[in-house]
Each structure stands twice: as structure tokens, then as C-alpha cells.
């Protein structure tokens, strides 16, 4: 199993922005990356995820406000979360999944906390 490993949480006002970083221990290359979150007391949803080839998607209540990259040479993924709101509040964690199959990496986590 690889390590995932995310890093740059922390406390914003709304209307702030955060940049998050997976920093993974095996290539990402060919690999889907994604980003969840869940907020206590929540199920854990998808935020946003990339394809191998670059494609992405979002969830409906971050679209235009979060942007999900990658950069395979560094084996990393990133979300930028701009214009954050006090209901973006939880744990971010990053996926890591070998595509056309359902091996997937989770990473701890790495909390975020949005105040009003």
C-alpha cells in the first residue's frame, strides 16, 4: 500500500483560500487523484477528481470556487479551495486509485476549518 500524505489545512475566515497538497509515495501516473471531505456528524463525499489524462470533476457546491491539479513528475496532487465558506469545514482526504480496477490509497486526512 502506498503513503498518501496531505499537508495545508488550517483555520480561514470565509472568503479565504487554502491550497492542499497529497504528496504520494508511488507514482501517480495512470492513476485517478481525488479529494474528499467529511464533516462531523456527515458521510465522507467527493469533492473533486482528476483522470490520468486530466479530466476533472466537481462536486455542484464547489464548482468555480475549488480547483483540482496534478503534477506526476512530483507525485502530487493539489486542491486549491478559494472563497471557502464555513460549510467546506471538515477532513480533507486525498485518493489515490489505480484506474480500471478497485485498488484505492487513502491519506489521514488534514483538517480544515472555515469560520464565519
Known amino acids: 500500500q502506498v503513503q498518501l500524505v496531505e499537508s495545508g489545512g488550517g483555520f480561514v475566515q470565509a472568503g479565504g483560500s487554502l491550497r492542499l497538497s497529497c504528496s504520494s509515495s508511488e507514482t501517480i501516473r495512470g492513476a485517478a487523484m481525488s479529494w474528499y471531505r467529511q464533516a462531523p456528524g456527515k458521510e465522507r463525499e467527493l469533492v473533486a477528481a482528476i483522470g490520468g489524462g486530466g479530466s476533472r470533476k466537481y462536486a455542484d457546491a464547489v464548482k468555480g470556487r475549488f480547483t483540482i491539479s496534478r503534477d506526476d513528475a512530483k507525485n502530487t496532487a493539489y486542491l486549491q479551495m478559494d472563497n471557502l465558506k464555513p460549510e467546506d469545514t471538515g477532513v480533507y482526504y486525498c485518493?489515490?486509485?489505480?484506474?480500471?480496477?478497485?485498488?484505492?490509497?487513502w491519506g489521514q486526512g488534514t483538517q480544515v476549518t472555515v469560520s464565519s
Open positions: 485518493k489515490r486509485r489505480i484506474v480500471y480496477t478497485d485498488l484505492e490509497d
